[in-house]
């Protein structure tokens, strides 16, 4: 790098965020605690959600299971090229759970190896049982490898939020009273109220305070694995979790990689900033809808003789309309890749077909609402996990192995 991306002063206000937490030793052995099922089955139960979480273990007993699959159609793995599966959209417990009811009533849905939520770090979510409560049937029950949280710049937080992070960093950041205790960061684009583009617009010094909200996350419920919406954010959280190894990042939203000029610009990020033991706290790059499967397969062959660690690529197979052009359909990219035997992770943002609420309003309810909407928001989801499993199994025919959730094995 000619330029160094953080100054001192950023160093210093990072270093002070990490050591009013306890610093980053404490904040991952609060993780780690924090994933345990029997802790947070006993929290949920005190919130009110221990019910769901009983109900949700029965459910899973009658997932379909990947050795049935197997066994009946003969497959066999024959080829290079690892496919995983992961579907977007789980919002929140409830909505959640409803898709589990559906997948455990169909019987034949082989589950999604990883999970993606875009529901705004507020403070009702992270600390009324509702984000750890969901982290328990992913992580716990389901066996989701990765469940995906997202911290958006202008989600709404308490006054005391943001007073704390200035004191501890001795920053300032631009926000407006929005009553009954409340602020928000000022944003100047247009977009969402939790953010321009689901929160990329990252201005001054606002990565502290993304920062600050997935670390309060991560040490109340577990959750460890989180979307990155801007450039700044990947720079802060690639040297913040230097020294937290079980904290990760998935590059996506809407700043994917769309070319290979762009992800050079990532990988450059990446080696500033390794852990000591060489790998990357970015686990996955979402590639964008713009690329073609050539340039995939070049994107994964420029990670592979970077001499970086191993980070996963994943591709939108299907998106919601407003999301990119109608119809999108990258599913026979996804085969061209696998075929010149490349990983690729496949992701579905939308199953394909116009539903309600399969559009990013879904992730932007209050939480009343999205409560109110959980069958609607449930049933989205349920039909973004059939397509996943057709494709899927189709992957599978071809000779690939894929990756699900442990629920889907016998073992």
Known sequence: MHFKLLSDKDLKAMAALLDSYGGAQEISKRIESMKNYDTRKRIAGEKGFGEMLEKAEKHAKNFAKVDDFVEKNGIHVTKKGTCTTQVSGFQAAHPTFDCMRRVAANGDVLFPNEMISVVGLTENYVYSGDLLSTLAMAENILGASKFCSTNLIGTPLPEERFQRIEKVTGEKFERTDIGNGMSRIVLKNMGTA??????????????????????????????????????????????????????????????????????????????????????????????????????????????????????????????????????????????????????????????????????????????????????KIGDVIYHKCIRCDKDAKEIMRRGHETRFAQVSYKN
């Open 194 to 375: 939790y953010g321009n583009l689901g929160g990329v617009e990252v201005g001054n010094n606002n990565h502290l305070v993304y920062l600050d909200g997935i670390t309060r996350a991560a040490v109340t419920t577990g959750a460890n694995f989180f979307l990155n919406p801007s450039w700044s954010t990947i720079v802060a959280a690639c040297y913040y979790a230097r020294e937290i190894p079980n904290l990760s990042f998935k590059r996506s939203m809407l700043l994917s990689t769309h070319n290979t000029i762009q992800l050079r610009m990532l990988l450059n990020i990446f080696k500033e900033y390794l852990r000591d033991d060489g790998t990357t706290p970015v686990y996955e790059i979402n590639i964008g809808n713009a690329a073609t499967p050539e340039t995939f397969i070049q994107c994964f062959d420029e990670i592979q003789s970077s001499g970086l660690p191993k980070i996963y690529l994943a591709a939108h197979l299907r998106i919601n309309p407003d999301l990119g052009m109608a119809d999108f359909n990258w599913t026979e990219s996804a085969f061209k890749v696998l075929d010149a035997g490349r990983d690729l992770t496949i992701k579905y943002e939308s199953d394909g077909e116009s539903r309600p609420y399969d559009t990013m309003e879904a992730y932007f309810l209050s939480d009343e609402e999205r409560n109110e909407l959980a069958e």
